[in-house]
């Protein structure tokens, strides 16, 4: 029995590490934020008769009556219309605010609960009410407080309490109360508000005074809910309360300082519109920067990983609360099979992070500092930053991102016309400039070298006569050409698709982010590399073409076709995009710029494979991409099973040249079965297409497709012989969706293909794993691993039927077998042969995850063993959503290729037995990247000790990897000429 597989198709390795409030939109990066506290904001408004008064003009002699402004100037009450009417326009859609006015007893009114901006019309009914608001009547400022603790406690009429009930982040409930003067109207201990203060106040263990217009009330009443849970089911729900001294004398001054001390809040002053929008602001500033998103709980969130020979460069971000996320660029080493800095000490402590005192290859001592050493501190100025403007030489100077640019525009940046000269400048000088200045995590205002995020991008390296350069994308937009050669590292340039300049404004201001998905993105997705080799060196030289592709993932929906064939003088060949406005831009007036519209692209999270496909009679250099990721469908994450996707549900062939179209799987496949394709492609395709060749052609014959709604496709592509026609057949092979939101899974990795020869007959194996990689933090759905066989791929056949969960074996448990001679009963898991010999479920096996576990990222099948890793967002960190980031726990799997049985991991058992297990816990915290298997190179070109890694933590080295012995593989891209001679042989 023979195995065939995929391992590593050239001298580089490529992975990702993982090391560390949403809305029903989900985005991978919730992991890192835990839930934020609702934010209750009630407003009570004093609408007292001398709210009529100006603000520092009236006769004193007649108070409580109106007294009407003289001249041009604002009643307090319209100032005060004016301020809340700033300040409500201001606030973040997701705070929850309402308004109680009072004056006098019989006037205190809950005009408006306390709901979200964004919920309805409830914004727009707020500012209509502020707009109708009169001035009458007294001050009884202790009814007013009293009412309000009525509502935050759910005994005020028919009206629930804004605290959440199922919020165990407890609530950020406040009290803004705002009054321009003394209390009054609480004169007697018969006053039905003063009995009904002390009966609240009695709960507590005290009682106020009725003898001072009710400032006692007041004053204990603010003290009561600031120390006491209002709801008793929900801890931290205490209110505190805020004061807002508007045009007062001393004596009303002091009693409000005594209030907002006594209820943990604020006191502020005003006497006009722009300082009391202020006090309005700073009353519940500390809760609304709390409403945000929760600090990230560890400083180094995640890398992507790059290796050559014996170097290794580690794609680094910083997660914070506001749109700029920092980033860098590091090199250090492979020892021995272990991780060592400049000075071949090791770099990574046992919890996989960095050692404090490690220094980086380019750097000195930045240890586990995200924004110290690498390319960030590196980066030097002038910088050359190019943009597609007005030409495809983006080297030119009409393409340079520079302040004596003219051809750049206010529009370009996302500024209005209205922007200042001033302002203009400074947004075009943060594009190319390498300093900026932003507040951290904890609110710190600090001065970094600006890189932007390297949240998926992984690093691709090219190696050239004199210079290998290191390329990668990052989401304030660039992609970065890095001089990995260099004794310091340096950016040898930047490109920045004008499509991204837009994001410059949001970028610049660096606001807090309301919640995960208003993230701005930009060149996020992974990046392919063609080089035309032709004398096999790994060189580009002698005039060799070499190609870079590069989508966007959530930053948009094109993908980038670049020829990079001289390192310093990029051409843009093309933009394939889904966004008709962007080809409607170059049809308008843009005749150079070489961009194709692609009906039904999504985000382009999908990396393209780069290889030759026979086309027409000839040998075409295509790439392949799935149609990518519709978000406005699939980033609900109550989603139920079979839900259809408008956009990304395709494949896509296109000219890897010239980036032209030359076929889309919905109408030019040929359906091996009944109905048209089209009609079996219902969900987007997010996932890397796996493409390859089994018959030593040379060109792409076979490729394999998962979608978002659970099926796998594959695709035959047929050169006939009597024509130049290319046929691509396809059918869909497996279907796996369940029902309602718990059997809605869904595949984000690319398929794991291998093959086996067993009893004369080649069988096609094909690993997928599902998971809501979208909303990992996600425990409603039901999630499995798979082995699908394919029993015809090498006869270009399809089965009949599509394979369904009920006809895989179910291997997550041992079954009870009995011995046949002698009779003895005993637990295993089943073989190959015996899931084969089964007429109902011989079409794979599939394994049953725990209650959240999920597969995010790709499968690697080395010697018969299947490795993947799997995201648990619980595990320690007890429900997913409390306040704190969710770190989450890792499992990496080994397992039977074949049958699913326990491959690699062992347990020692009571009695002495050792047990196979199927996996174990990783330490790598947040979401891990696949397993991946490292052979460095020194520079004398001997070989070092070989070591599997997940991410940044070893898993074994040497001797341990016993599965490494005598690999054979099926590369599943093109084959150089020896490599297919090796093939035949074997």
Same mark, same amino acid.
């Not at 590069?550 to 990029?570: A, C, E, F, Q, T």
């Not at 002698?822 to 096996?845: H, M, P």
């Given at each position: 029995?023979?195995?065939?597989?995929?391992?590593?198709? /050239?001298?580089?390795?490529?992975?990702?590490?993982?090391?560390?409030?949403?809305?029903?939109?989900?985005?991978?990066?919730?992991?890192?934020?835990?839930?934020?506290?609702?934010?209750?904001?009630?407003?009570?408004?004093?609408?007292?008769?001398?709210?009529?008064?100006?603000?520092?003009?009236?006769?004193?002699?007649?108070?409580?009556?109106?007294?009407?402004?003289?001249?041009?100037?604002?009643?307090?009450?319209?100032?005060?219309?004016?301020?809340?009417?700033?300040?409500?326009?201001?606030?973040?859609?997701?705070?929850?605010?309402?308004?109680?006015?009072?004056?006098?007893?019989?006037?205190?009114?809950?005009?408006?609960?306390?709901?979200?901006?964004?919920?309805?019309?409830?914004?727009?009914?707020?500012?209509?009410?502020?707009?109708?608001?009169?001035?009458?009547?007294?001050?009884?400022?202790?009814?007013?407080?009293?009412?309000?603790?009525?509502?935050?406690?759910?005994?005020?009429?028919?009206?629930?309490? +804004?605290?959440?009930?199922?919020?165990?982040?407890?609530?950020?409930?406040?009290?803004?109360?705002?009054?321009?003067?003394?209390?009054?109207?609480?004169?007697?201990?018969?006053?039905?508000?003063?009995?009904?203060?002390?009966?609240?106040?009695?709960?507590?263990?005290?009682?106020?005074?009725?003898?001072?217009?009710?400032?006692?009330?007041?004053?204990?009443?603010?003290?009561?809910?600031?120390?006491?849970?209002?709801?008793?089911?929900?801890?931290?729900?205490?209110?505190?309360?805020?004061?807002?001294?508007?045009?007062?004398?001393?004596?009303?001054?002091?009693?409000?300082?005594?209030?907002?001390?006594?209820?943990?809040?604020?006191?502020?002053?005003?006497?006009?519109?722009?300082?009391?929008?202020?006090?309005?602001?700073?009353? %519940?500033?500390?809760?609304?920067?709390?409403?945000?998103?929760?600090?990230?709980?560890? +400083?180094?969130?995640?890398?992507?990983?790059?290796?050559?020979?014996?170097?290794?460069?580690?794609?680094?971000?910083?997660?914070?609360?506001?749109?700029?996320?920092?980033?860098?660029?590091?090199?250090?080493?492979?020892?021995?099979?272990?991780?060592?800095?400049?000075?071949?000490?090791?770099?990574?402590?046992?919890?996989?992070?960095?050692?404090?005192?490690?220094?980086?290859?380019?750097?000195?001592?930045?240890?586990?500092?995200?924004?110290? =050493?690498? %390319?960030?501190?590196?980066?030097?100025?002038?910088?050359?930053?190019?943009?597609?403007?007005?030409?495809?030489?983006? !080297?030119?100077?009409?393409?340079?991102?520079?302040?004596?640019?003219?051809?750049?525009?206010?529009?370009?940046?996302?500024?209005?016309?209205?922007?200042?000269?001033?302002?203009?400048?400074?947004?075009?000088?943060?594009?190319?400039?390498?300093?900026?200045?932003?507040?951290?995590?904890?609110?710190?205002?600090?001065?970094?070298?600006?890189?932007?995020?390297?949240?998926?991008?992984?690093?691709?390296?090219?190696?050239?006569?004199?210079?290998?350069?290191?390329?990668?994308?990052?989401?304030? $937009?660039?992609?970065?050409?890095?001089?990995?050669?260099?004794?310091?590292?340096?950016?040898?340039?930047?490109?920045?698709?004008?499509?991204?300049?837009?994001?410059?404004?949001?970028?610049?201001?660096?606001?807090?982010?309301?919640?995960?998905?208003?993230?701005?993105? =930009?060149?996020?997705?992974?990046?392919?590399?063609?080089?035309?080799?032709?004398?096999?060196?790994?060189?580009?030289?002698?005039?060799?073409?070499?190609?870079?592709?590069?989508?966007?993932?959530?930053?948009?929906?094109?993908?980038?076709?670049?020829?990079?064939?001289?390192?310093?003088?990029?051409?843009?060949?093309?933009?394939?995009?889904?966004?008709?406005?962007?080809?409607?831009?170059?049809?308008?007036?843009?005749?150079? *710029?070489?961009?194709?519209?692609?009906?039904?692209?999504?985000?382009?999270?999908?990396?393209?494979?780069?290889?030759?496909?026979?086309?027409?009679?000839?040998?075409?250099?295509?790439?392949?991409?799935? =149609? =990518?990721?519709?978000?406005?469908?699939?980033?609900?994450?109550? &989603?139920?099973? $079979?839900?259809?996707?408008?956009?990304?549900?395709?494949?896509?062939?296109?000219?890897?040249?010239?980036?032209?179209?030359?076929?889309?799987?919905?109408?030019?496949?040929?359906?091996?079965?009944?109905?048209?394709?089209?009609?079996?492609?219902?969900?987007?395709?997010?996932?890397?297409?796996?493409?390859?060749?089994?018959?030593?052609?040379?060109?792409?014959?076979?490729?394999?497709? /998962?979608?978002?709604?659970?099926?796998?496709?594959?695709?035959?592509?047929?050169?006939?012989?009597?024509?130049?026609?290319?046929?691509?057949?396809?059918?869909?092979?497996?279907?796996?969706?369940?029902?309602?939101?718990?059997?809605?899974?869904?595949?984000?990795?690319?398929?794991?293909?291998?093959?086996?020869?067993?009893?004369?007959?080649?069988?096609?194996?094909?690993?997928?794993?599902?998971?809501?990689?979208?909303?990992?933090?996600?425990?409603?759905?039901?999630?499995?691993?798979?082995?699908?066989?394919?029993?015809?791929?090498?006869?270009?056949?399809?089965?009949? *039927?599509?394979?369904?969960?009920?006809? &895989?074996?179910?291997?997550?448990?041992?079954?009870?077998?009995?011995?046949?001679?002698?009779?003895?009963?005993?637990?295993?898991?089943?073989?190959?042969?015996?899931?084969?010999?089964?007429?109902?479920?011989?079409?794979? !096996?599939?394994?049953?995850?725990?209650?959240?576990?999920?597969?995010?990222?790709?499968?690697?099948?080395?010697?018969?063993?299947?490795?993947?890793?799997?995201?648990?967002?619980?595990? *320690?960190?007890?429900?997913?959503?409390?306040?704190?980031?969710?770190?989450?726990?890792?499992?990496?799997?080994?397992?039977?290729?074949?049958?699913?049985?326990?491959?690699?991991?062992?347990?020692?058992?009571?009695?002495?037995?050792?047990?196979?297990?199927?996996?174990?816990?990783?330490?790598?915290?947040?979401?891990?990247?696949?397993?991946?298997?490292?052979?460095?190179?020194?520079?004398?070109?001997?070989?070092?000790?070989?070591?599997?890694?997940?991410?940044?933590?070893?898993?074994?080295?040497?001797?341990?990897?016993?599965? &490494?012995?005598?690999?054979?593989?099926?590369?599943?891209?093109?084959?150089?000429?020896?490599?297919?001679?090796?093939?035949?042989?074997?």
């Amino acid at each position: 029995m023979m195995i065939f597989k995929k391992l590593i198709f /050239s001298a580089l390795i490529v992975f990702l590490i993982a090391i560390v409030t949403y809305k029903s939109k989900a985005d991978d990066t919730e992991i890192y934020f835990g839930k934020p506290k609702p934010v209750n904001v009630l407003l009570v408004l004093d609408v007292s008769g001398s709210m009529a008064w100006t603000v520092d003009k009236c006769n004193d002699s007649y108070p409580y009556t109106r007294c009407y402004p003289r001249g041009a100037e604002q009643s307090r009450l319209e100032v005060m219309k004016d301020a809340l009417n700033d300040f409500i326009n201001e606030l973040p859609s997701n705070v929850k605010i309402g308004i109680l006015t009072y004056s006098s007893f019989e006037n205190i009114d809950l005009l408006h609960e306390v709901k979200s901006l964004n919920e309805g019309s409830h914004k727009a009914d707020l500012l209509n009410s502020i707009k109708g608001l009169e001035a009458d009547g007294g001050t009884l400022a202790a009814g007013a407080i009293y009412e309000a603790a009525r509502y935050f406690r759910g005994e005020y009429g028919n009206y629930d309490s +804004p605290i959440e009930l199922d919020s165990n982040c407890g609530s950020a409930s406040n009290i803004v109360f705002l009054t321009d003067g003394q209390p009054n109207s609480l004169k007697s201990k018969r006053w039905r508000y003063y009995r009904s203060i002390n009966s609240m106040l009695d709960g507590n263990g005290t009682s106020c005074a009725a003898n001072d217009d009710g400032k006692d009330c007041t004053e204990k009443l603010a003290t009561f809910m600031s120390e006491t849970e209002q709801v008793s089911s929900v801890s931290d729900s205490i209110v505190k309360t805020h004061t807002i001294a508007f045009a007062d004398d001393l004596t009303s001054k002091d009693f409000l300082k005594n209030v907002a001390q006594n209820g943990k809040g604020l006191y502020n002053e005003a006497n006009d519109r722009g300082k009391l929008v202020e006090a309005f602001k700073n009353s %519940i500033k500390s809760d609304i920067e709390q409403s945000m998103l929760v600090t990230p709980s560890v +400083p180094l969130s995640r890398s992507n990983r790059l290796s050559t020979t014996d170097e290794l460069f580690l794609a680094l971000f910083k997660p914070e609360k506001t749109q700029f996320w920092p980033g860098n660029l590091k090199k250090y080493y492979f020892k021995d099979g272990n991780i060592v800095d400049k000075n071949d000490v090791p770099a990574i402590t046992d919890k996989q992070q960095f050692v404090d005192g490690a220094s980086s290859a380019w750097s000195i001592q930045d240890g586990n500092d995200v924004t110290l =050493g690498g %390319i960030a501190q590196n980066m030097t100025m002038p910088r050359k930053v190019f943009t597609n403007l007005l030409e495809k030489n983006l !080297w030119t100077l009409k393409n340079r991102v520079e302040t004596d640019n003219n051809k750049i525009t206010r529009s370009h940046l996302g500024l209005p016309t209205t922007a200042t000269d001033a302002e203009f400048k400074s947004h075009i000088k943060w594009l190319y400039d390498h300093k900026i200045n932003y507040k951290n995590s904890d609110g710190e205002e600090v001065e970094v070298n600006r890189f932007g995020d390297l949240l998926h991008s992984q690093p691709v390296a090219v190696q050239y006569e004199d210079k290998s350069l290191l390329f990668v994308g990052d989401n304030d $937009g660039f992609l970065h050409a890095i001089n990995g050669s260099d004794t310091r590292g340096k950016e040898e340039w930047a490109f920045i698709p004008r499509q991204l300049l837009k994001n410059t404004s949001a970028l610049h201001e660096n606001q807090p982010l309301v919640s995960v998905e208003e993230r701005l993105y =930009g060149l996020d997705g992974d990046i392919a590399i063609y080089h035309q080799d032709k004398d096999k060196d790994g060189i580009v030289n002698n005039g060799e073409k070499v190609y870079l592709y590069v989508g966007m993932r959530r930053g948009g929906k094109h993908y980038y076709g670049l020829d990079i064939s001289v390192p310093n003088n990029p051409q843009l060949m093309f933009t394939i995009t889904g966004d008709k406005s962007v080809s409607d831009e170059v049809t308008a007036g843009l005749s150079w *710029d070489n961009v194709h519209y692609y009906e039904g692209l999504a985000e382009t999270w999908s990396k393209p494979f780069i290889g030759h496909i026979k086309w027409r009679g000839g040998k075409r250099l295509v790439m392949i991409f799935g =149609g =990518g990721y519709d978000s406005e469908t699939q980033d609900n994450a109550k &989603l139920e099973a $079979g839900a259809p996707d408008s956009t990304g549900n395709n494949i896509f062939i296109a000219d890897a040249v010239t980036g032209s179209q030359l076929w889309n799987a919905r109408t030019d496949a040929v359906h091996q079965r009944a109905g048209s394709i089209a009609d079996t492609m219902t969900n987007s395709f997010a996932a890397d297409i796996a493409a390859g060749d089994l018959r030593g052609s040379g060109t792409i014959e076979h490729f394999y497709a /998962s979608d978002v709604g659970g099926q796998l496709f594959r695709f035959d592509v047929i050169q006939e012989k009597s024509s130049d026609a290319t046929t691509i057949q396809a059918a869909k092979i497996a279907d796996i969706q369940g029902s309602g939101v718990n059997g809605n899974r869904r595949f984000f990795t690319k398929p794991d293909i291998s093959f086996i020869k067993l009893q004369g007959e080649t069988i096609g194996l094909v690993a997928l794993g599902s998971g809501y990689r979208a909303h990992p933090l996600n425990e409603d759905i039901s999630d499995r691993f798979y082995l699908f066989y394919d029993k015809k791929v090498m006869t270009r056949e399809f089965e009949d *039927d599509v394979i369904t969960e009920a006809t &895989l074996y179910n291997v997550t448990e041992k079954v009870s077998v009995t011995d046949p001679v002698t009779g003895d009963s005993r637990q295993r898991f089943l073989s190959i042969f015996e899931i084969l010999a089964d007429d109902t479920k011989n079409n794979g !096996w599939y394994l049953t995850l725990s209650s959240g576990e999920k597969v995010l990222s790709d499968s690697s099948t080395i010697n018969y063993r299947l490795f993947f890793t799997t995201y648990s967002p619980s595990s *320690d960190d007890g429900d997913v959503k409390q306040c704190s980031a969710v770190t989450g726990q890792n499992k990496l799997y080994a397992v039977s290729v074949l049958d699913g049985k326990p491959a690699y991991f062992r347990d020692a058992q009571p009695g002495g037995t050792i047990e196979l297990e199927r996996s174990i816990e990783l330490v790598t915290g947040g979401i891990a990247p696949p397993f991946s298997v490292f052979f460095p190179i020194n520079d004398s070109g001997e070989a070092s000790e070989s070591a599997g890694y997940v991410g940044l933590e070893k898993i074994c080295g040497g001797n341990e990897c016993d599965f &490494l012995d005598q690999m054979t593989t099926v590369k599943w891209r093109e084959l150089t000429g020896k490599q297919l001679d090796e093939l035949r042989t074997e």
